[in-house]
């Protein structure tokens, strides 16, 4: 007798016991999506998310043109914020399509290795994006603090050295956690409330000893987010004792002008991502913790490249031009 419920494969016949049923093995998971948001309603958040993406990728390439071509632009802060809608670029588009497939059917099914894989490239981007944000703390900080070497130590050399590793690093130690989630064995049961493979969710469903990885996402988390964000705080710590002590009051605001994009950019980061993993997804707050997520991963993508647009005075006028 075999029995498949999608993608829980349970082999036996009469006579199977506890034992051959704790055997049984998943082979796909079932991503509930938003199960309240159905017929109607999941075609206009469908339509919504659909233009929420369409409108960031714009603007984002809109980005990264714009500082290649435009030689105003040609400065380190534009140079990283390139980099910067260039990553958020494609962490969207390895989360946005799947979300949008999972909307449009009200649930859906994805593969082990597919689930590991948009897992993988999710924690990767956002790992690099962390590093991005942190280099741009640092350029800042030489910018305000030591504005006469800024020139000779953040050359062209070390903008492009700082920006491939944060790429490499971002995607070399997340790798890690592939290691552990290829590991993983499933065998209980395939549904995922959630709008995309997040790694929580994901382990929680493995019947494999999770003490072993849970252990190393605290270890991994280390050097991922709580380095990052000391050095985040240090940086601007120094930035701010350096404002203060400018004498005129419009030197102190147009040193706080040049960075107070990043700064806000860094403040919605850090408190969206700690807000969401820190609640706890089950129970209650469930919703919550998806709402977090979507906030996270969709909304805020969008807003970044809004608010340096937006708030530096040269980027107005090239897209005035």
């Known amino acids: 007798m075999q029995i498949k419920i999608s993608g829980l494969h349970i082999l036996g016949n009469n006579k199977m016991d506890m034992n051959e049923a704790n055997q ?18 999941a075609v206009i ?35 990283f914020l390139q980099q910067l809608s260039l990553i958020e670029s494609v962490f969207l588009t390895v989360l946005v399509p799947r979300m949008l497939h999972v909307i449009w059917l009200e649930g859906a099914t994805v593969s082990i290795p597919g689930c590991i894989a948009q897992t993988y490239f999710c924690c ?57 989630l290829c590991q993983l064995q499933f065998c209980g049961s395939n549904v995922i409330n ?17 003490m072993a990885l849970q252990l190393e996402i605290m270890i991994i988390s280390i050097p991922i987010v709580l380095i990052p964000f000391i050095l985040i705080i240090t940086s601007y710590v120094c930035v701010f004792i350096t404002i203060l002590g400018i004498s005129s009051t419009t030197g102190r605001k147009k040193a706080f002008s040049t960075c107070s994009s990043h700064l806000t950019v860094v403040t ?13 997804a089950n129970g209650d707050t469930l919703t919550l913790n ?10 805020t993508p969008l807003f970044n490249p809004i608010i340096y647009c937006l708030r530096n005075r040269e980027m107005r006028a090239v897209l005035t031009k």
Request: one cysteine or more.
């Open 24 to 41: 049984s093995s998943v082979t796909e998971f079932l991503l509930l999506g938003f199960p309240t948001v159905t017929g109607y309603k």
């Open 45 to 79: 958040f469908f339509m919504g998310i659909l233009i929420i993406y369409i409108l960031t990728l714009t603007i984002n390439t809109m980005v990264i043109v714009l500082v290649s071509i435009k030689s105003q632009l040609h400065s380190p802060m534009y140079f």
């Open 124 to 180: 990767a981007s956002g790992c690099t994006e962390c590093y991005l944000l942190t280099v741009m703390a640092y350029d800042r900080y030489l910018a305000i603090c030591n504005p006469l070497r800024y020139s000779a130590i953040m050359n062209i050399r070390l903008q492009r050295l700082l920006a491939i590793y944060c790429w490499v690093f971002g995607f070399l130690i997340t790798q890690i956690t592939l290691g552990f």
């Open 290 to 299: 998806k709402s977090l997520a979507f906030l996270f991963t969709v909304v």
């Open 268 to 280: 919605i980061y850090f408190v969206t991502d700690i807000t969401t993993y820190s609640v706890p």
């Open 194 to 210: 959630h709008f995309f493979c997040d790694v929580v969710p994901f382990i929680e469903l493995s019947c494999t000893y999770q």
